[in-house]
C-alpha cells in the first residue's frame, strides 16, 4: 500500500531514511551522522539566520544558509561558512558540498574557494541550480 501524507513530519521522514541509511552503510561501510545548526542571532538574541548542515561519510552537506537581507554583506555569512569548515574538520570531514541557485550566492561561495561539479538548467524554469564543493582534509 502506498500512502499519501500531505504533511509529512520527522516520524515519515525517519522511516524513509531507516532503510536507506541501512542500504547505504552495507555498501559503503557504516558512518556517523551529524547535524549541525549554526544560529544568527540578533542584540536581542533572537534567531534570525543561519546554517544548517548534515555529516555523513567523512562529507558535509550545506542544506540551508540564510541571512535576512539586513545581515548580508557584513561578513556573517562567511563567518558562517568558516565555521562550519571547522567543525567539519572537528568531524573528521575531507570536504563540504552545497547547492544554490543562480539568483542565489553561486559566487560568495566560489570566493571561498567552492568548485562547481553539476548543474541543472532551467531549474527553476529560466534560472539554474549548482552544486559546488570543497575539499578541507
Known amino acids: 500500500m502506498i500512502d499519501f501524507i500531505p ?9 524513509i531514511l531507516a532503510p536507506l541509511a541501512a542500504h547505504n552503510d552495507a555498501a559503503a561501510g557504516p558512518t556517523e551522522r551529524h547535524k549541525v545548526a549554526l544560529v544568527l542571532r540578533d542584540d536581542a ?9 548534515e555529516a555523513s561519510y567523512r562529507w558535509l552537506f550545506v542544506k540551508y544558509l540564510a541571512l535576512p537581507p539586513e545581515a548580508r554583506g557584513k561578513g556573517q555569512g562567511r563567518a558562517l561558512m568558516l565555521a562550519v569548515e571547522d567543525e567539519a574538520r572537528r568531524l573528521g570531514c575531507v570536504g563540504i558540498w552545497l547547492d544554490t541557485f543562480s539568483f542565489q550566492a553561486r559566487g560568495f561561495y566560489e570566493k571561498l574557494g567552492y568548485g562547481v561539479f553539476g548543474q541543472i538548467d532551467d531549474y527553476p524554469p529560466g534560472e539554474a541550480r ?8
Do not use: M, V
Open 7 to 15: 504533511n509529512p513530519g520527522d516520524a515519515e521522514l525517519d522511516a
Open 45 to 53: 538574541g533572537a534567531a534570525i539566520g543561519g546554517l544548517w548542515a
Open 130 to 137: 549548482f552544486f559546488l564543493s570543497k575539499r578541507i582534509g
